[in-house]
Structure formats: structure tokens, C-alpha cells
Antibody
Framework: QVHLVQSGAEVKKPGASVKVSCEAS????????IYWVRQAPGQGLEWMGS????????NYAQKFQGRVTMTRDTSTNTVYMEVNSLISEDTAVYYC????????????WGQGTLVTVPS | DIQMTQSPSSLSASVGDRVTITCRAS??????LNWYQQKPGTAPRLLIY???GLQSGVPSRFSGSGSGTDFTLTISSLQPEDFATYYC?????????FGQGTKLEIK
């Protein structure tokens, strides 16, 4: 079955960068886009962007343009999401999710990665 | 960006109740509307895709309807495991956007 397994929790200083990984299994990696969604403590869900594992093309929400980079490694079926110039407001759980076959919904999710940026 | 507005923000109900949550888009999104359930400390779970499609493995007491700008999620008979937060999401255009969530609590 489909699994998305993310890297572990991180604590980063303001101004630093963090790179979160998402390893996919149980399906053909290049057949489905991957989304990244984050959730600040006690808050709702925020869509950050997507990557097409086939060619590596990306779409970022305007808010994250220039500060977030999504990449993939087809040899390990892994997608990466890097956030630069971290601020305390970037403290959140970051999720990867697979774009499903119908309607572009997120049909499978990783377990989430908590990134903490102390103020 | 398309704004998604859910109502109510919170809801108290009892086991066995019929519950409806609504979601309104700031512009037409055709049927590109999805519903997710999230329990504390866990990732969201897809319930409904394309406004009315029931995701595999989701109980049939969950149903969705609507098109254009107005959508509803209905739980026909609440079960104890249904108490959670529910989010709508539009996947019509980038950036995808979510409603603010509806917290469903036990009365």
C-alpha cells in the first residue's frame, strides 16, 4: 500500500534553513505529484506548493516563492522541501501528501515533521 | 487566491445525530472541492473528493454535495470516532486553499 515517510523533527535557529524529506513507496513514484502542506500550532492547514516527480517542475504559493525549494530524487523515490531564512512563524508541522488520481485531492499523507524555530 | 469559508467554526453534537458542515468558495470552483478529517496529532485524512466522491475506506455515513461555490459535508449518524476537525479544500486552481476548519465536539 501507499506510504509516505517523512524525516524527523528539527529545531532550527532564526535565519537558518531546514530540509524535510518524504520517501514514497507502494506506487509508481513518477505517476503522482507531491504537495507540501503546513500547520502551525493550533492553526489550520496551509498549502505550500507541489512538485511533479517526473520532470521536477514545481508550483509554489506566492507566499513561499523565493524561500521554499522542492526537489526530488527519482533513484530513492524521495521528495525534499527546503525552507530558507527561517523565522519563528515557520514553526509548524510540515506534511507531504500525494495528489490523488481524481480531482487533485491529497489522498495519502506523510506523518508530518515538526519544525521548531524558537523566537 | 480563492478563499474558502466554512461554517460553523465549531459544533457540538451527540452520537447518532445528523450533522452538516458547509463550505463556500469566493468564486466558482466547479466540483473541485475536497473534505478532510483531522484528529489531534495526526495527519489529515481524505474523506470526499470532487465534491461527492467517497474516498476508498471511508464509511458511507459521510457524504458530500454541491458545485460552483456552495458545498456541504453531511455525516448521517455520528459515531464516537467522528469527533474531529473537518476541513474543506479547493483544488480548482493553485494555490490550493483550505477552509479554516470546523471542530466537531461531543455534546
Amino acid at each position: 500500500q501507499v506510504h509516505l515517510v517523512q524525516s524527523g523533527a528539527e529545531v532550527k535557529k532564526p535565519g537558518a534553513s531546514v530540509k524535510v524529506s518524504c520517501e514514497a513507496s507502494g506506487y509508481t513514484f513518477t505517476s503522482y505529484h507531491i504537495y507540501w502542506v503546513r500547520q502551525a500550532p493550533g492553526q489550520g492547514l496551509e498549502w505550500m506548493g507541489s512538485i511533479n516527480p517526473t520532470g521536477g517542475s514545481t508550483n509554489y504559493a506566492q507566499k513561499f516563492q523565493g524561500r521554499v525549494t522542492m526537489t526530488r530524487d527519482t533513484s530513492t523515490n524521495t521528495v525534499y522541501m527546503e525552507v530558507n531564512s527561517l523565522i519563528s512563524e515557520d514553526t509548524a508541522v510540515y506534511y507531504c501528501a500525494r495528489r490523488g488520481p481524481v480531482g487533485a485531492a491529497s489522498d495519502h499523507w506523510g506523518q508530518g515533521t515538526l519544525v521548531t524555530v524558537p523566537s | 487566491d480563492i478563499q474558502m469559508t466554512q461554517s460553523p467554526s465549531s459544533l457540538s453534537a451527540s452520537v447518532g445525530d445528523r450533522v452538516t458542515i458547509t463550505c463556500r468558495a469566493s468564486q466558482s470552483i466547479s466540483s473541485y472541492l475536497n473534505w478532510y478529517q483531522q484528529k489531534p496529532g495526526t495527519a489529515p485524512r481524505l474523506l470526499i473528493y470532487n465534491a461527492a466522491g467517497l474516498q476508498s475506506g471511508v464509511p458511507s455515513r459521510f457524504s458530500g454535495s454541491g458545485s460552483g461555490t456552495d458545498f456541504t459535508l453531511t455525516i448521517s449518524s455520528l459515531q464516537p470516532e467522528d469527533f474531529a476537525t473537518y476541513y474543506c479544500q479547493q483544488s480548482y486552481s493553485f494555490p490550493q486553499t483550505f477552509g479554516q476548519g470546523t471542530k466537531l465536539e461531543i455534546k
